[in-house]
């Protein structure tokens, strides 16, 4: 009712490019529409389901000035506009999960001009939420354009020297965004107590609520940014014989403006690298950076950074294997980096203290009968002290290899060791005294390490047979080296050398049984509800006879982002005729499901409103749960509850609710047939799912938009 089984989407492209000894040329226009999966009734007063347009203009021209000046002026145009509900999809898709079915329909067949809509009443003037109301009854219509103009001028420089040019790059980008909402109150009934004839089927309607027959419209409102990007950079390269070096200088500026004040930084920058025969390669750059986040002494800071390459298939010692290993390059680099994208939460301008004048504490003085009523000033943000760029120190070791002519393989090694990130002192008490103005530091310590692998293998068989075969593989670990931290009374409450996407929990050792089992295992009244046969029970980690947060310990080194990524991918070429599939997955991934679809609650808890209708419960729930009549002590599910206080010792993270998050995707398919003017193609994105976690697409979240599965019809042009 809510949501359509499928829906249709449309792209169109159009390019031409040409040109002379002078100028060339390049134009596109592509335009995207696309729907979405909500279905609107046919006498509403607006259609909410998603209707999106898109149109991408693209103009480059190359103009030759002279014989060495050219001019390049890049523009691209991107206009569109959004229709669809004034409510987030997974709101949508929470408020249907939990819409108990038996409490009242979507809606009732009526003959007035609005829609009736189904409710209930939880107490006088209190409805429950109709989640086809909550679709329908709202509309939001975006217009947005983002313009973005690059102009470029080269300069060939050779009669200064060899080798030498100049180039000069101007880039404007400017978004904007306009939209409006509409909205119109719902007309709510319910059936009319004792009014149902059965064996008529007849019924008597009761208002619940009034609506509105007029729809409500908001005025528009209207959000822009601008960004200017300049670098202007001289380049050169020579070849001495065997040896060939070049060199590069640039300075570089960028402003972004969404408000009053702009955000600006600029930098300087350079690279020289020198190898011989194409054997030996060295190559050194560096950045000198100003970020204006940071104090005027500590603003710019010098980023060096270096790597060394040898190509062993050019040595003489190579020949012997050069017929099976063509080419073969070791590689290393390590440099260091630096940010000025610092905790999200901190403030802009690192370096200023915020007081607030009369906002502080209060206090009373004088005489009795004579007091005087004064109030204090107010730190809100301190300044960081010594505030200065996060660093990453930056290793990577590769190689890079060519088997039998047809079989590419990179390997990549890398640590990134990252220092001075920004993050609150949580080890200051706030005794101290900065009084809702914790203070940041640039302390925290990260390390990252991990491997990279790709394989491409493209082999021509005969005149009539091509296969291209393709396949990468990531692996990646991180973890705090020093994370500031309270002091807590135990190690395994630290976040210190534990990795950044850990799942943390309470230890389940299964389900109670029976009261007596409840009476003999320690406290859990802690966790918000009285323990009872059938809910989870816990691990007293420090042994002190009560279960609470203290006993939360690290369940998985990784969580719901992946420790290992890969993808395999395969095109087929047969005559006129190609194929091509392409799979992608993760591995060593954890996810919780402990949270958000508890069933029937209706006072509050488990992110539910404090009062609602009872709610609706999953298909998988009904059918391993814990009960009185099935006691399964490996249900996937542990006792059912009707309030917070029933349930909420159940849904703590834990090892009960951890699950496998491994999955492979058919990512996509296509097949297509080449005619002499035109390529005739079909094609399919996100076929399937493979992975043990079957209750929903292990990728995204219970109540998220489903990744929609698409199948493409498609015919190209060529001239």
Known sequence: MIFRSGNYNQRANVNVSGGASRVTYYMSLQAN???????????????????????????????????????????????????????????????????????????????????????????????????????????????????????????????????????????????????????????????????????????????????????????????????????????????????????????????YRNGVLPNRNQGYSGRATYDYDNRYLVEFNFGYNGSERLAKEDRFEFFPAASLGWVLSGEQFWEPIADYVDYFKIRGSYGLVGSDQFNEDAQHFLYQNQVGIGNGASWNSGLP????????????????????????????????????????????????????????????????????????????????????????????????????????????????????????????????????????????????????????????????????????????????????????????????????????????RWKKFDFGVFFNGSAKRKIMINSGFAPFLSSGGDDGPAESLPRNLMSWIAESHWSVDNPNPDALYPRLGTSNADIAGNIQPSSYWMRNGNFLRFKTLELGYTFPMCRVYFSGDNLAVFSPFKLWDPELAWNAYPLQRTFNLGVQFTF
Do not use: C
Not at 107 to 116: L, Q, R, S, T
Not at 485 to 492: D, F, M
Not at 507 to 531: C, Y
């Open 33 to 255: 529409h696309d729907t979405g999966l909500l279905n609107a009734a046919d006498n509403s007063a607006f259609n909410p389901n998603i209707n999106h347009w898109e149109y991408n203009f693209q103009n480059n021209i190359s103009y030759k000035l002279t014989n060495t000046t050219t001019v390049n002026l890049r523009m691209m145009a991107q206009i569109g506009s959004q229709k669809g509900p004034d409510n987030k999809t997974t709101d949508i898709y929470k408020k249907v999960m939990y819409a108990n079915p038996v409490s009242f329909p979507a809606y009732f067949p009526g003959e007035e001009d609005h829609i009736y809509y189904g409710n209930a009443e939880i107490k006088a003037g209190a409805y429950g939420e109709n989640p086809y109301q909550y679709m329908m009854g709202s509309f939001r219509e975006d217009n947005f354009n983002t313009l973005n103009t690059s102009l470029d001028i080269s300069q060939d420089l050779g009669f200064v020297t060899k080798g030498l040019s100049a180039k000069v790059l101007v880039n404007f980008k400017n978004w904007s965004n306009s939209y409006y909402t509409r909205s119109l109150s719902p007309y709510y009934y319910q059936v009319q107590p004792d009014s149902y004839d059965p064996e008529n089927d007849t019924y008597a309607l009761q208002l619940l609520q009034t609506g509105t027959d007029y729809i409500s419209q908001s005025d528009i409102t209207k959000e822009a940014d601008q960004t200017f990007y300049l670098d202007a950079r001289l380049d050169w390269k020579r070849s001495f014989g065997k040896h060939n070096m070049t060199a590069m200088f640039m300075y570089m500026m960028r402003e």
């Open 369 to 572: 009968g004579q007091w005087l009523s004064l109030q204090g000033h107010s730190f809100n943000i301190l300044a960081v002290q010594n505030a200065g760029w996060e660093h990453v120190k930056k290793l990577d070791i590769g190689l890079d290899a060519s088997l039998f002519n047809q079989v590419n393989i990179t390997f990549d090694y890398f640590r990134d060791y990252r220092d001075r990130i920004l993050m609150r002192r949580a080890s200051f008490g706030k005794l101290l005294g900065y009084w809702g103005s914790t203070p940041w530091s640039n302390i925290g310590e990260v390390l990252n390490t991990g491997f990279e692998v790709s394989v491409n293998w493209k082999k021509q068989f005969g005149k009539d047979w091509q296969v291209d075969f393709r396949g990468n593989f990531t692996y990646n670990r991180n973890e705090y080296k020093f994370s500031d931290e309270p002091n807590y009374p135990y190690v395994w409450q630290t976040e210190t050398n534990k990795p950044l996407n850990r799942l943390t929990g309470y230890v389940a050792e299964g389900l109670f049984s029976s009261q007596e089992e409840i009476n003999n295992w320690p406290d859990q009244t802690q966790l918000g509800s009285k323990p009872m046969p059938g809910d989870i029970k816990y691990r007293d980690i420090d042994g002190n006879g009560v279960i609470t947060s203290e006993d939360k310990v690290m369940l998985s080194p990784y969580g719901d982002m992946p420790r290992i990524q890969y993808g395999v991918g395969l095109n087929v």
